[in-house]
C-alpha cells in the first residue's frame, strides 16, 4: 500500500472548519459547502476523506449526516468518519449514509467493550482507533478531558484485541502548522509491528509530508496546512 494522503474535512454547522488545538473558540471557517472541498480534492486524484463532524463529537451523537450523505453519494472518496460515533446506532447510521471507515475516539476510552464489538460485527478494518495524546496521555471528548491513560499502553492494549488502523494527533500539535510528533510515530511503530499508523497534526509543510513517508507510516491527515495556503492541491497530488 502506498502511503497514502487523506484531507480532513471539519465540520461544525455545515461547513468546513478549522480549529486550533481542539478549541471551538478557536475556530476559523473555510468553505461554506464542503462537498466542493471534497470534490476538489477528488478532481486531484487524491481517494481518501477524514470527515469529522464537530458538532456531533460534542452532542455525542452524528449531527452533521447530511455533509456525509451528500459527499458520499457525490464522490467515489473512502471516507473515514469521526465525530459523535458513540453507539450501534450511530455507527450503523454513519455506515448507511456511505462511510467507509469509522474514527472510534472518545468511545474507545469510555467503551471499550463497545468498539471490540463493532471489530466482531463490521471487521477491524472498518474501525480505525483514535488515539489522540497530549503530552503522551490519551486526550478525550475533543480534547476537553485528559485521561491519564498512556497513549502507548492504549494502543498496544487495542492492538491485542484486533485494532488494524489507528489516528493519533498529538494535540499539542495540532493546528499549529510547527511540525508533526515524529518521536510519537516512531515510538507506536517499534511497539506494534504492522499497525497501520495514520498520523495527524502538525503537517506544515511538504517536508513534512516527505519524512512522514519516509518512515513507511500508512498515511497522514492533512487540515490547516492546506486551507492556509501552506500545501497546494498540486502538492498533494504528488502523493496520490
Not at 473512502?78 to 450511530?90: A, T
Amino acid at each position: 500500500m502506498s502511503f497514502q494522503i487523506i484531507p480532513a474535512i471539519d465540520v461544525i454547522g455545515g461547513q468546513c472548519v478549522r480549529l486550533t488545538q481542539g478549541d471551538y473558540g478557536q475556530k476559523s471557517v473555510y468553505h461554506n459547502d464542503p462537498l466542493e472541498i471534497a470534490k476538489a480534492f477528488e478532481g486531484a486524484g487524491i481517494t481518501r476523506l477524514h470527515l469529522v463532524d464537530l458538532d456531533g463529537a460534542k452532542e455525542k451523537k452524528i449531527v452533521n449526516h447530511k455533509v456525509l450523505e451528500r459527499i458520499a453519494s457525490q464522490t467515489k472518496l473512502h471516507i473515514d468518519f469521526g465525530g459523535g460515533v458513540q453507539s450501534n446506532e450511530m455507527i450503523d447510521l454513519a455506515f448507511s449514509l456511505g462511510a467507509k471507515q469509522i474514527t472510534a475516539g472518545s468511545i474507545a476510552v469510555k467503551n471499550p467493550e463497545l468498539v471490540i464489538s463493532w471489530f466482531e460485527k463490521y471487521g477491524a478494518d472498518k474501525i480505525i482507533l483514535g488515539a489522540d495524546a497530549k503530552n503522551e496521555q490519551i486526550a478525550v471528548s475533543g480534547w476537553q478531558e485528559n485521561s491519564n491513560l498512556s497513549v502507548y499502553d492504549f494502543v498496544s492494549d487495542y492492538v491485542q484485541k484486533g485494532a488494524k488502523y489507528i489516528i493519533s494527533t498529538d494535540v499539542a500539535k495540532d493546528g499549529l502548522l510547527q511540525g508533526p510528533s515524529f518521536d510519537l510515530y516512531k515510538n507506536l511503530q517499534k511497539q506494534n509491528s504492522g499497525l497501520n499508523i495514520i498520523a495527524s497534526g502538525g503537517v506544515s509543510n511538504l517536508e513534512d509530508l516527505q519524512q512522514l513517508k519516509a518512515m513507511n507510516l500508512f498515511g497522514v491527515i492533512v487540515g490547516k496546512a492546506f486551507y492556509e495556503g501552506k500545501i497546494t492541491l498540486e502538492q498533494l497530488a504528488q502523493f496520490a
